[in-house]
């Protein structure tokens, strides 16, 4: 099955750096998600980005699908940013038939420091 | 627009008791998904229905889990009986129809299960 990996697997900031996180996936997809695991367990729903760059507030995200990666940008992060950040991907071609599902990467866990 | 819901939110048993866990998706949405996510790992999909219909539960561990969802809209997932790498969050999801194309999941805010 594809193959999603997600560096790097850990990262501390302090408030108000920038970071980014990388999702790199073994095939083609048709639907790429970035997720939020907040501390309370709940998957927030980020970005649906199968291919381009979209942006909503100081998040932003851009899909390469043609080189198999995508990137997640957080810029002036604060301490409500900390979490676990999911890569989610449907690996399935539409013309095989097969229902569309995710396949999650193993997450980055970030810290951001007051 | 209500989200995914979920019940209960927290469960702790002991091995070999079985458990059941709710699901009512986003309205209209035609797909559900039940995923298991164990600390420090991915979720992981267990069974995907499409109305009362299942189109995958081939990582679902039939011999002790079982799950559905009669009318097209909640769903439960129950385990019976319980072991103890049975402890994680489980979590369910909603999309639109999901067949021909992809649509964007959401999900409820998960069920932790601890089983000792």
């Known amino acids: 099955g594809i193959q999603v990996e997600q560096s790097p697997p850990d990262l501390i900031l302090q408030e108000g750096a920038n970071s980014t996180l990388r999702c790199n996936f073994s095939?083609?997809?048709?639907?790429l998600q970035w997720f939020h695991q907040n501390p309370w367990g709940q998957l927030i729903n980020l970005f649906y980005i199968p291919s381009g760059t979209k942006q909503n507030g100081r998040l932003s995200a851009t899909t390469v699908a043609t080189e198999r990666y995508s990137l997640l940008y957080i810029s002036s992060s604060q301490t409500t940013d900390s979490g676990v950040y999911f890569c989610?991907?449907?690996?399935?071609?539409?013309?095989?038939?097969?229902?569309?599902?995710?396949?999650f990467g193993s997450g980055t866990q970030l810290t951001v420091l007051p | 627009e209500a989200g995914v819901a979920q019940s209960p939110r927290y469960k702790i048993i002991e091995k070999r008791q079985s458990v059941a866990f709710w699901c009512n998706p986003i309205s209209g949405h035609a797909t559900l998904y039940w995923y298991q996510q164990i600390l420090g790992q991915g979720p992981k999909l267990l069974i995907q229905f499409q109305n009362n219909g299942v189109v995958d539960d081939s990582q679902l561990p039939k011999d002790r889990f079982s799950a559905e969802r009669l009318k097209g809209v909640d769903s439960t997932l129950k385990i019976q009986p319980a072991k103890l790498e049975d402890s994680a969050v489980y979590l369910c999801a909603s999309s639109p129809r999901g067949l021909l194309r992809s649509y964007e999941q959401y999900f409820g805010p998960g069920t932790r299960l601890t089983v000792t």
């Open positions: 095939d083609s997809v048709n639907n």
């Open positions: 989610a991907v449907d690996p399935f071609p539409i013309s095989s038939g097969s229902a569309r599902q995710l396949t």
